[in-house]
């Protein structure tokens, strides 16, 4: 049973003429120029996929983000079909395990050459069932960007999925330093934001709230299916500004992400918060069982 599984994107940008659109390779083998800007500068977007049974999940909507990710960094846009065979070939690869994820990263390549780098990576998923059943610890951090002023910074990527990601993996560590698991963004005007690798999910009686997309933070992907699974059940669900005491009064909290799927809130700030375990059970399975 393979544990990595990795495909090199030949043209990895669309308009790239190539016999194969990827070719496997060695993940322990030297692939990566030490003059790639994905590696010197973060300069690059990525998407990671949870995989079930080989087949890759929200296929559509991760390209779709990939692409829109890319985008907002001037990157060329993506040749789909390559980095749908690309994932699809991958995740085949990986069937015989109950869970597993994929990585798609698309960087820029080496300065000058114009020529974009891409690779999917596959590998067995970690153990989340802790997380799923028990919770998680948050704490609030200041993001320190009013929620308003999105619009007028395009330059700082917000809502974008890039390389970057030095600034969400120092507060995943002062949530630890906090005593806690994981961290929830908040705006220096006091809106909640989203997680540094997850989204937030709240639940108010039989409605189901999310931060609003317009404040620049990444569109989830699993928070979408989370929402279709809600509405299947005859529930409401809606994106809205949402200050910090709706931590305070929420029925329940999740953060949301591809591979870990529902992790319930079980505190916040130290202040323990109620878990929905019959409904988590629930949207977790869903999520686990769903296909592209």
Known sequence: MPDRILAVLTAPAAGGAAAEPFRFADPDAPLLTVL??????GDGVFETMSVGGG??????????????SAAMLDLPEPDEAAWRAATIAVAERL???REAFVKLVYTRGVEGTGQPTGWVLGSPSPDHTA?????????????????????????????????????????????????????????????????PTSNLLVKRGDRLLTPSTSLGILAGTTQ??????????GMTTSYELLTRDALD????LWLLSSVRNAAPIRSVDGVDRPIDAGFTAELNAHLLARRD
């Not at 790639?36 to 500068?41: E, Y």
């Not at 919770?135 to 700082?156: F, N, S, T, Y």
């Not at 009064?249 to 329940?252: F, Y």
């Open 36 to 41: 790639d800007l994905g590696a010197t500068r």
């Open 55 to 68: 087949r890759a999940q929200a296929v559509d909507a991760h390209l779709a983000r990939l692409a829109r």
């Open 95 to 97: 069937a015989e395990h």
């Open 131 to 195: 997380a799923r059943t028990e919770g998680v610890r948050a704490v609030v951090l200041d993001r320190g960007l009013q929620h308003d002023r999105v619009a007028e910074l395009p330059w700082l990527l917000q809502g974008a999925k890039t390389l970057s990601y030095a600034v969400n993996m120092a507060a995943s560590r002062e949530a630890k330093r906090r005593g806690a698991d994981d961290a929830l963004f908040i705006s220096a005007d006091g809106y909640l934001l989203e997680g």
């Open 224 to 233: 979408a299916e989370a929402f279709r699974f809600a509405r299947s059940r």
């Open 249 to 252: 009064t929420a029925d329940a």
